[in-house]
């Protein structure tokens, strides 16, 4: 009771201090410090506009303690090498008054108690919450789409026509137009769910998994290469392989992303559970020599951290490495939280481990290799034990240059050179202690900030960590907890733009404050909902979205709705899309009839134009691939970062350095030079032809339309026939025979602007 | 509408919508690009850049920086306050024990009116000495080549960002309507370290990207039509396709349909404009010895005198590449090789230039990565080299916009960091920008909720060396 009383005199004893306490500082904290320590820009990570902050410290780690020294007091005295404010110095008197004030404990009034980032009121981090649908229509995404249709006093337009529809439906499920008895069977079919089930037919191809893979390697950086300066290849195909399946399996997109970026911290973890985590992998690698492999395993943290912002969070995450986020509430310490979570895996960081720059791998083969390897691996082991024995048999500074080890060496290097045959896919795997994370002030990770541990950004939901350090694996649930507001909108919005062109949400990767509002944001709700509540299946979020009567509108333009919508953001029609790179070659392979079906496997060199792989430091051989490798999909092509196929490039396919969560959609005169004039296309317009002239009919009428349904999965208007028969009455004046003939008809059809162009 | 007025509408339409963008919104998208619409923020010195890099990092020590100090000090311990808490590529090696000091073997001479120090290596630059613009004590960010490199064409040495090139045909696009507007010519050993992420257009269309020319056969990958098919019939499918093309756009009135009919018939163009510009056999015996070229030959010489003719059609930047210049283990003969192998030819292409007027819209920039260590590096017995040095090093400009003859910037008595004003190479970028009428700040492009420019938080006009 006593001790009781006591209390209540001292905390009041102490409140009457720290108000007039209070009263006395702030005036000099907001004239001298504020300006630059202050909850929106947090100069140097430190804000001294709430108490909360305040006690949180800077970059460079805490700045007031109530005991001994601390560094706001010693910079304000400027007795060491930081000396505040800059370039001037306060009065001892108000020197001396802060300093009391530290040591009352800093008390500060009510209203500054707690931190308030500005930008934590945004839209993007409030939690998914689902909507009502407006009107009972079929299917809920119409609803909203004529909803806010209504509002301009617009409509839908019309259904495509039906083979338009089949050839739009195909290449975005699938990447690849129907064939021609696809199509045929489509048209004939007379069931009012006739389109459902072409959907449903669709999805279940394993195409599916591949065009929808490319996709997601775009975001996760995918090459075959290692980058930089040696480019040297490597082995990561397994890794787009797992992706395929995943997709072909219908993975939920939670499991999806919990096994990529942390598959190998799941209890029992499978192969492809390991293989999975490829994902973060893809980061470019650097081994030139001189190099200080420190700094790209930093690079490579970095970028980790920066693709996790984008792919799933739709956050700029990158802004916050060198200060704090200057429009979104992430500070530059929650930035070095989140590196902390990806910065543990058993990477080269030496250059004594310089000969094993590819670790942590996963040997991946056929049973015999496995076996073959397992022995190679346990000599390797030993002869590693021996030398390691040697070495400590002999005084430490003889080491260099002993002929013992010299000749130790030479065995284990002419043992490395011996390795069997295997894959040996790229993939994550923890140390046994986790390296201390810090910040790195100014971004420079030479300059050591404050250590930081494991966590998310304060203004997202709390990581539900169970006991001791939060791990990999916990960021991985916490990235597709039912609470985080972000990657589900972002997973949906992502996909929406791949069937519209654009998203609900233009600014794909910027959820921010400087991201665009969505255009329909109960729409991207109602998805987000849909999508965790339907067990993350991206198959049943694709299927609703493409069964909807916004998605199979027609696309041509309307004059109408152009006037009060020039973007069409409200979709009052379809768009017309240049298909994608890999795309362009898919097509002209179905075209042709030399594609390739083949699923998975190691990438394929197809004819490179003479000349494309010289550009490089170390010239890498390109082995064209001959038989069915030739024909195969553009995902499979070979992609090797400093010399990367014109054919995809020029289309615009992504560089593969950094992640990529949109395409652009260039047009410009080498891609015609391509499709035109490049050995690989030249013959898809020899094979084209070849299925022209063997067709039943043998009228150029007949044929006409046979290359149409071919190239562009419909029969040919009179004029577009008669355009051609022009060309082919030409052709014969100057003599060509049947075959140059129909080869020129091939070519200007897997040139027309509708064969590379999703309608 | 015509394909061109479209053409224009479509590209103009595309940047507004699509980039949100500064500057840049009103450059054009096509690679060939016309004209841009005011795209400049002031009245331009220079049309076009003339890039040339030295892969692999020249000595500026046995080149342009005559240092008789570190002469004297040959072979005595680095003192240990200039390597204090430094940081060097092969660290593990290289810091074994001191480092010694290495003078130049070389002899300087001063040189033209100006008096600027040019070692004997390069008599040919030499003999122009009073139209260059010597920078000493500039610097750069990474010690490592490719890295290095990234950094000096894209302002960062991570991978991802757009290069110069790209974002100078992105701002202002090119006057070549039929050749594209950032070319990329390479000779020497091997490619430059990096590869096509140097003139990659990160972030930006891909059409903004530099192409690179071969220096035999076809220039441009695909420029010709394929074996068996006649110009004529090229043609016929040209218009075939232009013809069906057109009854498309009617039908669905997508004007990036009549984008592409512009752009196929910019190629078909450029199929005649490519191999004209490639070949040289018209260009005079006088020319040819000047340059030391030959027809067919892949070499820096021949790559210099495509420049010029680059730079006469209108390209709107050009970069050459000449590996290698990584004197590591000996910085005697292979250095004698590598400068035989540039002096002539970089030396006539100045004059070159100047003799057409072409010198003064043109921009001559000369220059590697990063400079090499006054001290000098042993990997073997009896060799000495010079590693990585990124506190200062020495390159050169030439042309319109600079004041001529002149040394700008000092590095201390032994070469190895600035007295006087420090040069990054943010500011060559914004320097480049400047003369060809752009403001490095204005200059911008949002990508992933950033207005990214190519000197990305620095840079700064030189503007003690503009005329």
Redesign the interface.
Known sequence: MLSLVYFLIAGYVYAQDAASLETKVLPVLRANCFACHNDKNSTSGLSLESRESLLRGGNRGPVVSTSGSNLLVDALRQTGTLKMPPGRKLPDAQIELLEQWVKAGTPMPASMLKSRRPGADHWAFQPVRRPKVPTATKNPIDAFILDRLAKVKLSLSAEAPRATLLRRVSLDLTGLPPSPKELADFLNDPRPDAYERAVDALLALPHYGERWARVWLDIARYADSD???I?APRDIWHYRDWVINALNNDMPFDRFVIEQMAGDMLPNATRDQLIATGFHRNT?S?F?????FEQYRV?AVADRVQTTG?AFLGL?L??ARCHDHK??PVTQREFYQIFAFLNNVDEVDR?ADRRDFNKPFLPVGKPDEMKAYGAWEAQMQALEREMNAYKSSIPGTGQIGDPGVVERQRGIDAHRRRMPKITRTLIMRELPAPRQAYVHLDGDF?RRGANVEAGVPSFLPPLNKKEGRATRLDFAQWLVARNNPLTARVTVNRAWQKFFGKGLVD?E??F?T??EKPTHPELLDYLAAEFMENGWSQKAMHKQIVMSATYRQD???RADAKAVDP?NRLLARQT?L?LEAELVRDSALIASGLFAAKLGGPSVYPPL????S??????REWKTSSGPDRYRRGLYTYFQ????H?GL????AP?G??TCTRR???????????L????AY?EFAQALSKRILTAKESSDEARIKEGYLLALNRPP?E??AA??R??IA??RD?G?DDQ?IW??VS??LL????FM?R? | MNPETVNKAITRRHLF??CGVGAGKVAL????GERAFGARHHAPKIENVIYLFMAGAPSHLELFDYKPELVKWDGKPTPESLLKGK?F????SFSKETPKLLGTRRKFEQRGKSGMWISELLPHIAGVADDLTMLHSVCSEN?????AKLFANTGSF???RPAIGSWVTYGIGSESKNL?GFV?L?SGP????????LW?SGFL???Y?G??F?PA??P???????K??TS???R??????G???R???S????E??A??IG??E??YR??SSGPELIDISKESKETMEKYGAQPGKASYANNCLLARRLVERGVRFVQLYH?DWDHHEDISKPLDAACRDIDQATAALISDLKQRGLLEKTLVVWSGEFGRTPMGEVREKGKIGR??HIDSFSLFMAGGGLKPGISFGASDELGFSPTDEKIELHDLHATILHLLGVDHLKLTYRY???DFRLTDIKGKVLQKILA
């Not at chain 1, 134009?609 to 494309?612: K, L, Q």
């Not at chain 1, 652009?664 to 391509?674: F, V």
């Not at chain 2, 441009?220 to 394929?226: E, K, N």
């Open positions: 980058g930089y300066t480019d470019p650097n030139e020599g001189g190099i200080d690079e984008a700029t990158g802004c429009y979104d250059e030479t600014t990767n910027d921010g400087m991201g696309s041509r333009l973007e017309r240049r134009p003479a000349g494309a010289n550009v490089t430091q170390v010239k970062r400093s010399a990367p014109p490039i020029l289309f615009d560089d350095t950094v652009i959609r260039s047009n410009s005169p080498l891609q015609a030079l391509t035109l004039n490049d050995e030249f208007a004029t577009e355009r051609l022009k060309l030409a052709q100057s060509r140059a080869i020129a070519r200007v040139n027309l602007d509708e162009t309608e | 919508r699509d998208l096509s690679m060939l940081r590529a092969f660290m593990d010690f490592n080549h490719g890295p991570r991978p991802g594209p990329v390479q091997r490619g430059p370290r990096g590869g096509a992420a990659g269309p891909t059409s990207q192409i690179p071969l056969g076809d441009i990958l695909d420029l010709s039509t394929p068996g098919v004529d019939e090229q016929q499918t040209l218009d075939a396709i013809d069906l093309n009854s498309r756009f039908d669905t009135g997508d990036e349909i984008t592409r752009q196929y910019m190629a450029m199929q590996a590693n990585h992933q909720g950033r």
